[in-house]
């Protein structure tokens, strides 16, 4: 309720300024002062705004912390929400030591990110030698809660046999190099952003930057570690695990999509560019599209309702719409979420019945798979109306070559570096659990503790 109580005054306040600086304008000539005190108010608004929408991703934490959980066994439960919980702890460390310098350094979007070129940044380490301000701090935060939430996606695929500490590794070396590179390559001025097709490669808020990075390094982990002990028959053919909490599943994934509106709105980096309102619609109008086609396609195959499968496909038109959200038109949105809902249910079949790999939560699907396709889907559908980018249904297909050349870096460099990653913990510390003590529940192996004390 705080959340939606502070949007609301913030939105006053911004009216009655524009209102008072109208009355203003239309008396008086503007004098230098006055220019002043209203860029003064638009900084402090869009401040405002940016560190609000920050504060809502990282909510999102706790929609992945329940929506995780909720689908695993019990006895895995407490591992589970510590990886998540140390997601954020070590990457916001490492983040602030030298990923954001790699991701923004050159970028010019606050004080001290003057260095850097097209491969990579080099400033703004540690917040520090120039970068110690409001507008670079901010970036910061902002930023450093979709690292997180890159973290966090890897931790659902590889749970239930991951050791605790391969995972920590993992979260290092994501927040500090494979999700500040390829970011920077993107959003920091980097030379994808500057392809000569179109307007560059365009990923509004990280269909491919934090989703497709998270959900392909997911596919790696997923497949290294192994898939959890009698998952697969002698035949190949998969056994299902049921998660131990539903409606862990369910209010995660309202969790989610309420942070998602800071997640893909905040990425305008100010309430004073007014597209925030279409975007927040194209979010949610997809979110929504997800949910409903996919309710009725499992209903359609199964004869019931399934209310995880519906979960499921919300947030894959939530990743779809991502990158998209700026440029598209609302009727585009609603498309775009129906097509991640085919694309979710023809890849978890694809990861679980042909490569046998094993994923939990279906974050490989919900995650990699549609971060690429919200990728492809600006070159497709959008229509000139921000930023001049423009699809396929202006009559332009070069946008769409940039976004495509802009899935094939992501899929090189994040399977290749994901592949390295997992390969050195796996001949050094080791990626799995023992069998028996996967039997056994890995809260009592790593923790100490089962989630749920006094109960079998």
């Excluded at 893909?264 to 979010?283: E, K, P």
């Excluded at 798979?369 to 990728?375: E, I, K, S, V, Y």
């Excluded at 959008?382 to 332009?396: E, F, P, Q, R």
Aim: hydrophobic content about 50%.
């Amino acid at each position: 309720m705080a959340p939606v109580i502070i949007m609301s005054s913030l939105l006053f306040f911004t009216i009655l300024h524009s209102a008072e600086a109208s009355d203003i304008a239309s008396s008086y000539s503007v004098h230098s002062s006055d220019v002043r005190d209203i860029t003064g108010v638009k900084i402090s608004i869009d401040l405002a705004w940016t560190l609000l929408c920050g504060f809502l991703v990282f909510n999102m934490q706790a929609g992945f912390a329940f929506l995780g959980a909720g689908f695993l066994q019990k006895k895995n439960t407490l591992n589970y929400l510590t990886m998540s919980f140390m997601d954020f702890c070590v990457g916001g460390i490492i983040f602030w030591s030298f990923g954001f310098a790699l991701m923004f350094g050159g970028s010019h979007l606050g004080m001290g990110l003057d260095a850097g070129n097209m491969l990579v940044g080099f400033s703004g380490f540690f917040l520090s030698f120039g970068s110690f301000d409001f507008s670079t701090s901010q970036l910061w935060l902002f930023q450093m809660m979709f690292s997180a939430a890159a973290c966090t996606i890897v931790a659902g695929a590889v749970a239930e046999r991951i050791k605790f500490n391969a995972h920590v590794i993992c979260s290092i070396v994501l927040s500090g190099i494979i999700y500040p590179i390829y970011g920077h390559w993107v959003w920091g001025g980097g030379w994808l952003a500057n392809l000569p097709f179109g307007s560059g490669l365009r990923d509004f808020a990280g269909s491919g930057v934090v989703h497709g990075i998270g959900g392909l390094i997911a596919l790696v982990g997923a497949w290294m570690v192994g898939p959890r002990f009698g998952k697969y028959n002698p035949d190949g053919t998969p056994n299902m695990f049921h998660g131990h909490n539903l409606s862990f599943v369910v209010l995660g994934t309202l969790f989610l999509l309420f942070g998602w509106f800071g997640f893909n709105a905040g990425s305008t980096l100010g309430s004073t560019d007014l597209r925030v309102s279409i975007i927040a619609a194209n979010t949610f109008l997809a979110a929504c599209a997800g949910g409903v086609s996919l309710m009725y396609i499992t209903y359609y195959d199964t004869g019931k309702y399934d209310i995880v499968m519906t979960c499921n496909g919300t947030l894959a038109g939530c990743v779809a719409i991502t990158a998209s959200g700026a440029y598209v038109s609302h009727w585009a949105a609603v498309v775009i979420g129906i097509i991640a809902v085919f694309i979710l249910k023809a890849s978890l079949h694809f990861v679980e019945n042909k490569l046998r790999i094993d994923d939990p939560v279906g974050a490989i699907s919900v995650h990699g798979a549609n971060g690429l396709w919200g990728l492809l889907s600006v070159g497709i559908f959008a229509d000139g109306s921000y930023l001049g980018v423009k699809g396929l249904i202006t009559g332009s297909g070069w946008q769409l070559l940039s976004q495509f050349i802009g899935c094939v870096v992501l899929l090189v460099w994040t399977l290749g570096l994901g592949f390295i990653l997992f390969y050195i913990i796996k001949k050094t510390i080791g990626l799995r659990v023992p069998v028996s003590e996967e039997n056994t529940g890995i809260d009592l192996y790593e923790h100490g503790i089962p989630c749920y004390p006094g109960f079998n």
